[in-house]
């Protein structure tokens, strides 16, 4: 079946320390982006990709990376630079349209929840 | 600035009845509206996507209406059950952007 996974499912990161969550899609979506939610609040966009090799940051990219060096990966790094990491993250993807979004729906992820030790 | 509201915050009802959720947005200048559903600590799920030039959409119990025109979405849940107990979010896509605004969801508890 295709679909979005993404790992692992909980996190835990040290003081000073990057990790990596894992996002891969066998949709043949062009365009993947990942999301942060906090308790209450809606999605807030991080980065995302419309095509391999390309990226553009969202509403709150500080503290964090990502590559697409594969259509189907989009892997995020949560670097020690984000001070606040301790939230839900989801991956989704989409169908790229030619120049405008989809009307296909986003397909999402079942998250990563990172928590702080 | 594009902003996505969605009051009540949460939201209880008996097994049975009709239901509305509510959303709005500022700026009425919008590509499309999706409805989502999130099940606790999961991700997503598309309900429905209602294109800017539509109204409404349909799918099964599910009816959502769009007004461009007074920035509101509502969501219609026919003979609510148990298992529509989740947190329903709306989000826009602004016809200027390619990204998706989210609203801060309805949380639905369908008591049996």
């Known amino acids: 079946d295709g679909g979005i996974t993404q790992s692992p499912k909980y996190l835990f990161r040290k003081e000073g320390q990057n990790v990596t969550l894992s996002c891969e899609q066998n949709l043949n979506h062009d365009a993947m982006y990942w999301y942060r939610q906090d308790p209450g609040q809606g999605l807030r966009l991080i980065y995302y990709?419309?095509?391999?090799?390309?990226?553009q940051k969202g509403d709150i990219a500080e503290g964090y990376s990502v590559s697409r060096e594969k259509k189907e990966s989009f892997p995020l790094t949560v670097t020690s630079a984000q001070k606040n990491p301790t939230a839900f993250y989801l991956c989704?993807?989409?169908?790229?349209?030619?120049?405008?979004?989809?009307?296909?729906?986003?397909?999402f992820g079942d998250g990563t929840r990172l928590s702080i030790l | 600035k594009q902003e996505v509201t969605q009051i009540p915050a949460a939201l209880s009802v008996p097994e049975g009845e009709n239901l509305v959720l509510n959303c709005s947005f500022t700026?009425?200048?919008?590509?499309?509206l999706q409805w989502f559903r999130q099940d606790p600590g999961k991700g997503l799920t598309s309900l429905l996507l209602i294109q800017s030039s539509q109204r409404e959409q349909t799918s099964g119990r599910l009816n959502a209406s769009l007004d461009k025109s007074s920035g509101r979405s509502t969501l219609y849940i026919a003979a609510s059950q148990p298992g529509d107990s989740a947190t329903y979010l709306c989000?826009?896509?602004?016809?200027?952007?390619?990204?998706?605004?989210f609203g801060s969801g309805t949380r639905l508890s369908i008591r049996p």
């Open positions: 989704a993807s989409s169908f790229k349209v030619v120049d405008r979004v989809s009307n296909q729906p986003q397909h």
């Open positions: 989000a826009v896509i602004g016809s200027s952007a390619s990204k998706i605004i």
């Open positions: 990709s419309q095509i391999v090799n390309d990226f």
């Open positions: 700026d009425s200048a919008i590509y499309n």
